[in-house]
């Protein structure tokens, strides 16, 4: 089953620099191979659903093993079965109702 | 390792009267016999990382087979190294707050 | 606008424990004449949109003036015209469902 | 108080093509003059507290009168007061921890 991911990791009790712990979020869904794209407030992922969520709980035991004692993550997920799409097709699909009008 | 997951879950395409598939869900959790309470807006859960997020994505199946096309799904998912901490904790710790003021 | 909440703030720069921040808000909430309840992972709220919003954004002055530097909320809000529906309502309709089968 | 906010609306009871909605609200924070970046799953918000969430409350009005019968929105809001921070400055942080790896 294909998931559509935003995912937002806040690590608690590192202080407020959050980024390292961000980056290495990043390097752990890139060398999972998932599509990824990076935005302000977190990350939207494309991939089969156990291989995306292995890959948020490896985030969830690194950023411990960083020293991080607590964290909490919001995961937005959709799923659906009527049609493929893609990240681009997302944003592509409001743009395009932007465009016509 | 051990989650305290909150779950909201938003069948989208089968109109406006979405509790079949919460209670749907909830079968599903008491039978992967993860501690839950249900409250307005959602599940609380509190179970290993693994048990808990193959009971979601066994959610997803599921009210996909009662017929909803797509389904977007609000995870807020808690981990911590420093202390364990159950679901009747994190309630606790805040009312005993509220009673000593 | 009736609008129900569920509210997460996560309070970021002061540490593991949360509980007096959330304490906080939940006397704002309550004094802001709020119909609340306090679950594992947030706070159900019902209220009109003005008002509930009005007490999320004292909530944050509060935890700033309490030293946070740093705060990230999560809110999930819904609204609908087609009926009246209240946070035990939102129970009831799940808990009616799962008696029945 | 300014706020970043990540927007996430999902009118319930309208199908599964939610694009013309998102599209709609999409005109409605770009009307009311905020600083917003469309991503795949919700849009980045940037703006002074009062003025984003009115813009939320109109959304919610619109998408009614657009004739969904109901909405859940999930909104994640950060706020600071250590320093000032833009949506690019929130991308920009973390691209410069994994470029210096």
Chains 1, 2, 3, 4 share one sequence.
Request: with cysteine.
């Amino acid at each position: 089953m294909k998931v559509i991911v935003d995912l937002c990791i806040i690590p608690i009790g590192v202080g407020v620099s959050l980024s390292p712990y961000i980056a290495a979020c990043e390097k752990i869904l890139s060398e999972a191979q998932l599509k990824t794209q990076l935005h302000a407030n977190g990350t939207n992922i494309e991939g089969e659903w156990e291989e995306v969520f292995a890959a948020i709980k490896r985030c969830h035991e690194v950023i411990h093993e960083m020293g991080a004692p607590r964290i909490t993550t919001i995961v937005r997920c959709g799923t659906r079965v009527d049609r493929d799409q893609s990240l681009e097709d997302k944003i592509r699909s409001v743009q395009a109702r932007l465009t016509k009008e």
